[in-house]
């Protein structure tokens, strides 16, 4: 369920993300390197996705896991705090299948499902998102009030692999930073290595 807009601080949390068009987009990750970062998350690799909309911008504390492995993610507009929420899971869309599903987030009601193209345009009570079913998986782009049905279509037919760049943001490596090797002042340059006492050789 998509909930009301709320301040985000935004230096730390708030992460630019390339939106790029078609034709232009970066060349994806490796998926090894994404299933590493993914694995280490609990979630499973091939759920992990990026999009964009223009003037929105990725909230790295909203990255994580949804449901069991899938994953999820909210982009924010800075101008208006309207957000767009990917979430990715497990399934199929199917014509029969869509009304029996509640919007993601929300906890049941009737949906009205209208087939767009690849997609699926779905509104559960006040709650809108696109489903665009994949190999296995269904990728749901929903939006909180101000987002337009256009900008929700873009952000969800423009959902796609991420790329080196945008997996970073999503998914940071977990590898710790190098680091430069202690060098003690004790120690003296020759011989067996026992420390020097005297006043002003401490490191």
Not at 14 to 37: N, S, Y
Not at 46 to 58: C, D, I, N, S
Not at 68 to 73: M, P, T, V
Request: aromatic share 4%.
């Amino acid at each position: 369920m998509m909930r009301p807009p709320r301040a985000l601080p935004r230096a730390a949390l708030l992460i630019p993300v390339l939106v790029t068009g078609c034709g232009t987009a970066a060349q994806p990750a490796a998926e090894a390197e994404v299933a590493l970062r993914a694995r280490a998350s609990g979630i499973a690799p091939e759920h992990v996705y990026a999009t964009g909309a223009a003037g929105f911008t990725l909230a790295r504390q909203s990255v994580g896991v949804y449901g069991g492995d899938g994953f999820s993610a909210v982009y924010v507009s800075e101008e208006t705090g309207a957000r767009i929420r990917l979430t990715v899971d497990r399934g199929t869309m199917t014509a029969a299948g869509c009304p029996g599903r509640p919007v993601a987030g929300t906890s049941g009601g009737t949906t009205e499902c209208v087939r767009d193209g690849d997609a699926w345009y779905r509104v559960t009570g006040g709650h809108r998102e696109y489903a665009v079913p994949k190999d296995g998986h269904v990728v749901h782009v929903g939006g909180s009030a101000g987002v337009s049905r256009d900008v929700l279509r873009q952000a969800a037919l423009g959902a796609h692999r991420p790329s080196a760049g945008e997996l970073d943001a999503l998914l940071p490596s977990a590898a710790p930073a190098p680091t430069a090797p202690l060098v003690r002042g004790d120690l003296p340059p020759v011989g067996d290595g026992a420390p020097r006492n005297e006043v002003g050789t401490s490191g």
